[in-house]
Structure formats: structure tokens, C-alpha cells
């Protein structure tokens, strides 16, 4: 059996090889657009002698808020002496597994399309490759289920930890008398809930191809194979 490289761009005229590359593109869009996040709010403090100070609130990806100080050093602030600040939240672990699955598709799709379209031959004529990418494609799917809902929570917590109700809890200058506190300029975070929306389009698409994969292995072929042809009638044994 050959197995050399055979160029053949048909498999992407075919829902398994198209599919593979709309998965590679909602990876990267997913991925993309929570990894290179950065934003800033800005916190203004009413004194209430008629001064105003501003803080700057500043956020990135992974998100380890516990980490991002609000003020720096000791500093004076409504004629009081605050010490180092840090806000409050941590959405590290679910923003980096978040990412972390969309790096692994974004990979895989490249490496099943080289597949697809240089060893198709070799593919079809085993067992190992179909069954080997169903059960992965069955897994990612799994997986960009977990991932997805556990960043929209940790997104939900970075919102909620950088919004006015977070700045209070965190700042305690904020809850002195004649001190207020409130956010007036919000960071936008509109990227951040595309990547939670194709979080979860990723799922569906890759659920979707699971299907197409299927079809490839041998249990597929076996269970149609095994089936009575239309017409046939069973023959009683001989007595």
C-alpha cells in the first residue's frame, strides 16, 4: 500500500473536510479573541469637599485580578493615606483553560486537514485514523462544553469585580463618610462575549463533524453492512 503524500483538495468539497476548516476558523476567533484582551476602567472618587480623584483600573488576559494593583504604594486620596490596592477576582484558571482548548483545535485542525488532504488514501484504508479522530472529536466536543461555560462564569466574575459594586467592596476609602465611588468609564469587553458565544458555536460545529467522522470508522460500515438488504427475507433452517 502506498503511503506516500497524494495532494487531493476534493475531501474539502466533502463535509469532513469542510467542516475541519470552519472549526479552525471559529478556534482561532475564539481563542483570538479572549487571549488579546486588555481593558481599562476608570474610577472616579467624589471626595465630598468638592475634589475628585481617578483611578484607572486596568485588566488583561489571563485575568488574575488578585494580582492587577488599583493603587500603588501609599498614596493620599481624600486626604487620607491609602496602602497598595490590589482588586479582587480570579479568572485565570478558566480563561486559560478556555484558551487552552482553542490552541489544541486550532492545532488539530491543521494537522487533520494535512491528513485529509495529502493522506486520505492511507486514512481511509485503516482503522486507526477514523476511530482515532472520532473519539477525539467526541472528547473536544466534551471539552469546549466545559471550557466555554466555565469562562462565561469567570467572565460574569471579571465584570462583576470591575464594575462599581466590585470597586467598592474592593477600595475601603469607598465606603468612608462623604466618599463615593463609581465607575464612568467601562472597559469594552464586547470581544470577550464573542468569545464566550463561539465558545459555545464551537461545540455545536464540532458535535456537527462528529457525525462526518463517524461515518468513516468501521463501526459505522459494520452496522450497515450487518443490516438486511431491502427484499430479503430470512430463511427458516431446515428442521
Known sequence: MMTGF??????????LGFVKLVEWLTAVFA????????GRNV??????DGRNETLDADFHYPFRLSQVPLIEGNTTLCNRSVSTT???????????????????????CMVALLVY??????????????????VLTATLVFLWLVCSSAWAKGLQNVKDATDTAGIINTLAL???????CEVTEFANMRTLNISVVF????????????????????WHSQKYSSQPGPGRQQVPAPI
Open 199 to 218: 465558545g459555545y458555536l464551537n461545540m455545536f460545529v464540532w458535535a456537527g463533524n462528529a457525525w462526518f467522522v463517524y461515518k468513516e470508522t468501521r
Open 43 to 48: 474610577v472616579s472618587v467624589s471626595c465630598g
Open 117 to 134: 488532504l495529502g493522506y486520505m488514501h492511507v486514512y481511509k484504508n485503516s482503522d486507526f485514523g477514523p476511530i482515532f479522530d472520532f
Open 86 to 108: 490590589h482588586m479582587m477576582g480570579d479568572s485565570a484558571s478558566s480563561s486559560e483553560f478556555f484558551v487552552g482548548i482553542g490552541v489544541i483545535c486550532f492545532l488539530y
Open 6 to 15: 497524494r495532494l487531493n483538495l476534493s475531501p474539502l468539497k466533502e463535509p
Open 31 to 38: 481563542f483570538g479573541s479572549c487571549g488579546g484582551f486588555s
Open 174 to 180: 469607598c465606603t468612608g463618610n462623604n466618599v463615593t
